[in-house]
Each structure stands twice: as structure tokens, then as C-alpha cells.
Nanobody, 125 residues
Framework: QVQLVESGGGSVQAGGSLRLSCYAS????????LGWFRQAPGKEREGVAS????????LYADSVTARFSISQDNAKNTVYLQIDRVKSEDTAMYYC??????????????????WGQGTQVTVSS
């Protein structure tokens, strides 16, 4: 059974850091592509980063700067999204997504068949 559970969202001051977590059930986690997306109010959902748990290959959106970093912890079936020096434009609902097999060469929502419920990130100035 596929299960994706995000955590780590909340309110953070501009300039601070945040780490989001996505736990995936064992059935889903091994040799799967896990990604992070975000959706701000009134905007389309956009891909941020993905990682293939089979070998750790990562992909970042062109719009994402070095402030974002995706990583994995195989012992915990968890993928993380570290956001440093947060800005107001990072305010959004952040979603974890997954699908079986290696990641596609782009961060399109169509490449992910499974989604978590999301975790809200709000940046205050």
C-alpha cells in the first residue's frame, strides 16, 4: 500500500531555514522517484526537486536556487527538502509526490501518480 506523509511545515521568519520530511511506505520507497512540489495561492503547482531512491540521483527545477537541497534517509524511508535563507516567495503548500522507477528528466506533475496531503510553509518578514 502506498502512503506518503509530509511533515515539517510551519511558520518561519525570512532568512531562516526549514526542513520538510516525506515518509514513504516501504512498498513505495525502494527504487522509486520521490519529488517535492509547491503551490502558492492562485498559482499552479510547480516542481521543486526530485530524487531517485535507487541511486540518489537528484534533479532540481531551473527556478530553484542553491537554497534548496533534497536528500534521502533509507533507514527511515524518508526524503527531505532543506530550504535555507527562506524568502516570502517560498510561502506555499508543499507536496510530496512519488512514482515507481527512476525519475523522469523533468519535474512535471504527470510523472507522479501518488501524492501526499501537503504541508504548509508560511514565511513572515
Amino acid at each position: 500500500q502506498v502512503q506518503l506523509v509530509e511533515s515539517g511545515g510551519g511558520s518561519v521568519q525570512a532568512g531562516g531555514s526549514l526542513r520538510l520530511s516525506c515518509y514513504a511506505s516501504s512498498y513505495m520507497y525502494k527504487r522509486s522517484c520521490l519529488g517535492w512540489f509547491r503551490q502558492a495561492p492562485g498559482k499552479e503547482r510547480e516542481g521543486v526537486a526530485s530524487i531517485y531512491t535507487g541511486d540518489g540521483t537528484t534533479l532540481y527545477a531551473d527556478s530553484v536556487t542553491a537554497r534548496f537541497s533534497i536528500s534521502q534517509d533509507n533507514a527511515k524511508n524518508t526524503v527531505y527538502l532543506q530550504i535555507d535563507r527562506v524568502k516570502s516567495e517560498d510561502t506555499a503548500m508543499y507536496y510530496c509526490a512519488a512514482d515507481f522507477g527512476p525519475c523522469a528528466g523533468e519535474l512535471g506533475t504527470a510523472h507522479f501518480g501518488y501524492w501526499g496531503q501537503g504541508t504548509q510553509v508560511t514565511v513572515s518578514s
